[in-house]
């Protein structure tokens, strides 16, 4: 909730103010007093014009911000601590980037996992503080950062707890997110079918769960992209192609390279594979559920 105190009250229309709580046009009356709603003259005035083109522009911004932090992660991207200094000044960007788990990056790219900690705090002098998993603050300077996919820390479950015990949550999800790895048997393989069969009423609830979700759809299939050790995979799981109020059924889960060939499980990297399947199921979980003759008793 944000206090009364921290809105930025602009001057209205008959000595009115106006201003924005959570995204959400606010206003008060010439006494001071906050109103539950905004008169329909006020609400149609310039100011209020103005206040609305600035939260949508503020929610397309907080979009950016966590898709780029996102995809730094999928990508296991080191950022220039120039660049974390300065997007850090951004409440916004500081709210995607907080308490994320990252690690010091060497002048070769190379980060350094021993020095893993919860993302707190950036300075241009002291680098970037964290909180290690002994609960203690430290500070890193060093020429780079790296937002690391959950697959890829070794300590996570321990991170996990830490981040627990200290009540922390993330904007992007990193410390939660589910992580999937390959079975010694579907290593061999080129497609996965736990999610075939998934039933949905009609193709549109299929693709509006995909939309939902942030996973594109072509030719069929939703799709998630990772680049991983300077290659594109793409994972495609297939919703279906045929009319959009006819019924679908979900199908394989697959891999293919830039050349649109299709990638066996065991050559893909580990992000790669956790990213496909979480999609999947996602996608999956969606499906329509028959009752089963007991429940329905």
């Given at each position: 909730m944000v206090a009364q105190s921290e809105i930025a009250w602009v001057p209205g229309e008959r000595d009115y103010k106006i201003g924005l709580c959570s995204g959400k046009l606010v206003c008060q009356n010439p006494k001071g007093k906050t109103l539950a709603s905004l008169p329909k003259w006020l609400k149609e005035s310039d100011a209020a014009e103005s206040l609305k083109a600035l939260a949508e522009w503020l929610d397309e911004h907080r979009s950016e911000c966590v898709h780029t932090v996102e995809r730094w992660m999928l990508r296991s991207l080191p950022v220039p601590c120039e660049v974390l200094q300065e997007v850090w000044a951004d409440a916004i960007w500081r709210e995607s980037l907080e308490n994320l788990v990252v690690a010091p990056v060497d002048a070769k790219g190379q980060p350094n996992f021993e020095k893993t900690g919860l993302l707190r705090d950036v300075d241009s002098k002291r680098g970037f503080g964290v909180i290690d998993l002994d609960g203690e603050t430290q500070w890193h300077k060093s020429t780079g950062v790296m937002v690391p996919h959950p697959i890829l820390i070794a300590d996570l479950a321990d991170l996990r707890e830490l981040a627990g015990d200290l009540a922390i949550s993330q904007t992007v999800d990193q410390l939660y997110r589910s992580v999937n790895q390959p079975t010694p048997a579907q290593?061999?393989?080129?497609?996965?079918?736990?999610?075939?069969?998934?039933?949905?009423?009609?193709?549109?609830?299929?693709l509006s769960?995909?939309?939902?979700?942030?996973?594109?759809?072509?030719?069929?299939?939703?799709?998630?992209?990772?680049?991983?050790?300077?290659?594109?995979?793409?994972?495609?799981?297939?919703?279906?192609?045929?009319?959009?109020?006819?019924?679908?059924?979900?199908?394989?889960?697959?891999?293919?390279?830039e050349g649109e060939k299709a990638v066996k499980i065991g050559d893909l990297g580990a992000v790669t594979f956790s990213e496909g399947v979480r999609m999947a199921a996602a996608i999956y979980a969606k499906r329509k559920v028959e009752d089963s003759p007991e429940e329905s008793a």
């Open positions: 290593a061999s393989l080129k497609s996965i079918s736990d999610y075939a069969d998934g039933v949905f009423e009609q193709l549109n609830y299929a769960h995909c939309r939902r979700l942030g996973y594109p759809v072509r030719g069929g299939y939703a799709t998630c992209r990772v680049w991983e050790n300077e290659t594109m995979t793409e994972a495609r799981y297939f919703v279906g192609d045929e009319y959009p109020e006819s019924e679908t059924y979900t199908g394989q889960l697959v891999f293919v390279d």
